[in-house]
């Protein structure tokens, strides 16, 4: 979540990790989000200012597609019809590749991929 706030900053994105947190919490094994009701999600995200909510939780998706932490497909019309969620590790992977994770980051993960048992490819 630090290293999501911490790239999308950069890009001129704000609360992007909470997008992302509640995509996490709507995962049931599949990865893949069916994004039914935009406004609903974008409340649960902590957007709740009205005629603005859904807007900014679609900048925020925006945010979150081209840092390569989700993907987005369509269904008919809507832009945003479903959501896969691809391994983070591997996007992080390939995040530090392109030289867009700072060394400290990059340590404190590695301490605790190891802490937890995962070996960082």
């Known amino acids: 979540m630090t290293l999501i706030d911490e790239l999308a900053d950069r890009d001129k994105g704000k609360d992007v990790s ?30 709740t200012a009205p005629n603005r909510n859904v807007r900014t939780w679609k900048e925020r998706i925006d945010v979150l597609q081209k840092l390569g932490f989700i993907q987005v497909m369509p269904v008919g019309s809507k832009k945003h019809g479903y959501i896969f969620l691809p391994d983070p590790h591997k996007v992080i992977k390939r ?13 404190a993960y590695a301490k605790r991929a190891s802490g937890i048992g995962y070996v960082i490819p």
């Open 18 to 47: 909470r997008v992302y947190f509640e995509l996490w919490c709507r995962n049931f094994d599949e990865a893949f989000i069916e994004i039914a009701d935009e406004e609903a999600m974008a409340f649960a995200s902590g957007f």
């Open 95 to 107: 995040l530090k590749a392109g030289g867009r994770v700072s060394a400290s980051w990059w340590g």
